[in-house]
């Protein structure tokens, strides 16, 4: 029989211990993405009810239509608390989802590039009788496709997570002048309706 060195199992232990918790981690992201999705879409269905609802849909018909007055009506607290909390709930979550794949790549990846050539190194070496044998040096350190697309979508609910914040935020993404400035071009609409139809009758 071929005699073989003892193979430490404990030298792998810090690096299975990273790959669990990348591993959670992408779970945890996951689970958090699709709350994320979950509660925009009933903040969406509550803003809608409420757009369904509202006095001004009633009064001004055509401003109420547009996505711009929905969006500064929130701000400037004409829709309920309840809807503008899903959606600061909703970017909390999508952060919280972009927060978590990029904390395994970073955590997994310092782990590996530290320590994986050393041990596949050791690993060979001591296997197969010294056999084979290749330098730490030699061997070379590249991420996954799925490493890439784990990141790339952190990257894409951290924009979303922003993205949402921002329109809490006074003149970023809203501007109010140009609600405004609609409001009073069809209330000069009305006006000037009302006044041709008086001078008809007339």
Same mark, same amino acid.
């Given at each position: ?23 959670s981690c992408c779970c945890l992201g996951l689970l958090l993405l699709m709350s994320a999705c979950f509660s925009q879409a009933v ?26 007055? @929905? ?20 970017? @909390? ?40 044998t290749v330098w730490p040096e030699d061997l070379d350190f590249r991420l996954a496709g799925g490493s890439f697309l784990a990141v ?32 009073d071009h069809s209330k000069q609409q009305q006006n000037n309706n009302k006044t041709t139809s008086e001078l008809e009758h007339a």
């Amino acid at each position: 029989a071929r005699r073989r060195r003892d193979w430490d199992v404990e030298a792998f232990q810090p690096l299975a211990s990273a790959g669990e918790f990348a591993q959670s981690c992408c779970c945890l992201g996951l689970l958090l993405l699709m709350s994320a999705c979950f509660s925009q879409a009933v903040g969406c269905c509550v803003l809608w009810r409420y757009w369904k609802a509202s006095s001004l849909s009633a009064e001004h018909p055509a401003v109420a239509a547009s996505p711009g007055a @929905l969006v500064a009506g929130v701000r400037h607290r004409r829709i309920p608390l309840g809807p503008r909390l899903v959606k600061r709930v909703s970017a @909390l979550l999508y952060l919280g989802s972009a927060i978590a794949p990029l904390t395994a790549a970073t955590c997994y990846t310092a782990a590996s590039h530290h320590r994986l050539k050393l041990l596949v190194s050791e690993f060979l070496f001591a296997t197969t009788d010294g056999a084979v044998t290749v330098w730490p040096e030699d061997l070379d350190f590249r991420l996954a496709g799925g490493s890439f697309l784990a990141v790339a979508s952190g990257l894409v609910s951290l924009l979303g997570g922003l993205v949402l914040l921002c329109t809490e935020l006074d003149g970023i993404l809203v501007r109010p002048n140009r609600v405004i400035q609609i409001t009073d071009h069809s209330k000069q609409q009305q006006n000037n309706n009302k006044t041709t139809s008086e001078l008809e009758h007339a």
